[in-house]
């Protein structure tokens, strides 16, 4: 079946922009997880979607950042005043449910000018 | 001290060895434990997952568990070179269910 697919597959824009990053999990998976990936590390965890709640957005770094699910199958990662430091990989991971290993969709690679 | 820790590499075997990648957490109680595989500009791959001390194979690979001594590893036998990635060892959290940590990876070369 198909996989987790995430859309752009890059993202260029500039410094103070707002952004929507767009992730469409495997079908039937209730658990969705957003990651942040910079070069040379490993990923960073964001949040958590089980179903339609943000369960955990514990890993958000500050209040620029706000992601939704409201269907709970497709998410959006929302930045707002972009900084060049958010420039990173985006990835989105779904599960059958969070006890399940997870499975990357390709990623949305972010640069800010 | 960092959740998970991995050699950066890069690892470098010959073609048909047997290539060993280690990853030790800090979490004592950790319970679940993943390896993934990271081609160059590609994202994760799941290889295995793993959660009970000893050995699992699948295939080339294998991972063994130590929980007394925080330590999980993955051997890859017979290595080829399109087995040239990045490595990243995965923790879930214990304190928080939902979190998983990832190692940085360690980068392994195979050479024909």
């Known amino acids: 079946g198909a996989g987790v697919s995430q859309t752009p597959s890059n993202k260029v824009t500039e410094k103070g922009k707002y952004v929507e990053l767009r992730c469409d999990p495997i079908?039937?998976?209730?658990?969705l997880y957003w990651y942040r990936q910079s070069l040379g590390q490993g990923p960073e965890f964001l949040i958590y979607?089980?179903?339609?709640?943000?369960?955990?957005d514990s890993g958000l770094p500050n209040d620029r950042f706000f992601a939704v699910r409201p269907e709970g199958s497709v998410s959006t990662l929302k930045i707002q005043r972009t900084e060049r430091g958010d420039s990173a990989m985006y990835l989105c991971?779904?599960?059958?449910?969070?006890?399940?290993?997870?499975?990357f969709g390709p990623g949305t690679r972010l640069t800010v000018l | 001290q960092k959740e998970v820790e991995q050699n950066s590499g890069p690892l470098s075997v010959p073609e048909g060895a047997i290539a060993s990648l280690n990853c030790t957490y800090s979490?004592?109680?950790?319970?679940?434990f993943f390896w993934y595989r990271q081609y160059s500009g590609k994202s994760p791959e799941l290889i295995m997952s793993?959660?009970?001390?000893g050995d699992k194979e699948d295939g080339r690979f294998t991972a063994q568990l130590n929980k007394a001594s925080q330590y999980v590893s993955l051997l890859i036998r017979d290595s080829q070179p399109s087995d040239s990635a990045t490595y990243l060892c995965?923790?879930?959290?214990?304190?928080?269910?939902?979190?998983?940590?990832f190692g940085s990876g360690t980068k392994l070369n195979v050479k024909p």
């Open positions: 991971a779904s599960s059958p449910n969070r006890d399940n290993e997870q499975f």
């Open positions: 079908s039937g998976h209730t658990a």
């Open positions: 979607f089980q179903g339609t709640g943000a369960a955990d």
């Open positions: 979490d004592r109680v950790s319970q679940s």
């Open positions: 793993i959660y009970s001390n």
């Open positions: 995965a923790v879930r959290s214990t304190d928080n269910f939902n979190k998983f940590y």
